[in-house]
């Protein structure tokens, strides 16, 4: 089964916290602060992994966690960094911040690599908060939380060539001819409903991969039917073919079905309106097909009139030209794809991503608070927040040169001014996660 979109979780590891150590020496009571740092925690790394082809294995697994770092050791030993994960996505995978829809990373590269999520920082040791008058540190830094997110996953097909036009017009038979595919092929609307790709191994070039993109529907840039599903994968297409069945025997119009699919292609994405496109006239072989044919021409002579500045480019290089062909017996195939070889020699590989913000593709969450406060129903003073718990973990409140520190900081970051904000009074229980103590000035 073809499957391109995935929702995963995604969790880089913790920093180890660091280590409340002391040197232990023959015939010295007590030696100075040895305690080490925590090490990383391990990255989320997306990889480009060409054996993957769908997005299908993350309808099992949708969970993804690095490994966290290990606390520090004594003798001013750094803890040991988590492992990285690494998540195996197809080429052509789109990695979107799902609450917002902010485009993340773009892996369109074999073999590419990108860290998606930074592992947490390890704490510091309390070795490294020794100083001429605090010579016996008794707290150290607890190590960085890591990051977590909900992605969204997106597989936009990497073909060359993208068959686009109305369903049932012969798209999946011409791919069926043409390559090795073998897709779903009979007398009704909506054969095909996943994209379909085949090689074309060429004869007078290089091979190209060509897709059978699914029918598309007047209103499908709107998302009507599966507008949207399909749309997407037309968007890394180098040269669109577009399908037309000549004969009108659905009592369609020919040309006007040109003009709304090239119409959808760019409500959808401007850029797809300019696309280089050639025009292939099917079945020609049933009744009414050569006058359809004859007037779809004259047509289409006036319409490139029209838009002469819009497509002078791509007239010189060979695009928006006419082929007729019969797909079932083959006949007018063999042309078409060696122009097709011809005109893809001459093209470069487009590149079509979508805006990142952050060229290293790191996920940046919205910046938090430092902290939240709200009363609880017992009347205590709550906060919150990922860098009140990192600093109440890293406190040793049973040493007051820790617990100094501690109110220190909090008042330099303005807790303490929030608490008496809300209304606190001395005496007033406040609780930090598990900690609990009561307020004073």
Known sequence: MFTDKAKIFIKSGNGGNGTVSFRREKYVAAGGPDGGDGGKGGNVVFVVDESETTLADFKFKRKFVAENGQDGGTNKKTGKSGEDIRVKVPKGTIVKDFATGRVIADLTEKGQEIIIAKGGKGGKGNMHFATATRQIPNFARAGEQGIEAELQLELKLLADVGLVGFPNVGKSTLLSVTTGAKPEIADYHFTTIVPNLGVVFGNYGPSFVMADIPGLIEGAAEGLGLGHEFLRHVERTRLIVHVIDISGHEGRDPFEDFLLINSELEKYNQKLATRPQIIVLNKTDMPGAEENAKIFREKFE?????????ISEELENGAWCIFEMCAPIK??????????????????????????????ALYTPE?????????????????????????????????SESTSYFQRIIKKKGLVDELQRMGIQEGDIVRIYETEFEFYL
């Open 331 to 360: 006949e007018g195939t063999d042309e078409l794809m060696r122009y097709i070889e011809t005109m893809l020699s001459k093209m470069p590989v487009p590149v079509i991503t979508e805006d990142i913000e952050d060229s290293f």
């Open 302 to 310: 006036n319409w490139k009139n029209e838009h002469i500045d819009r």
């Open 367 to 399: 910046e938090e608070n430092l902290f939240d406060v709200f009363v609880a129903e017992d009347g205590a003073y709550e906060v919150t927040g990922k860098w009140i718990k990192s600093i109440i973990d890293s406190t040793n409140l049973e040493d």
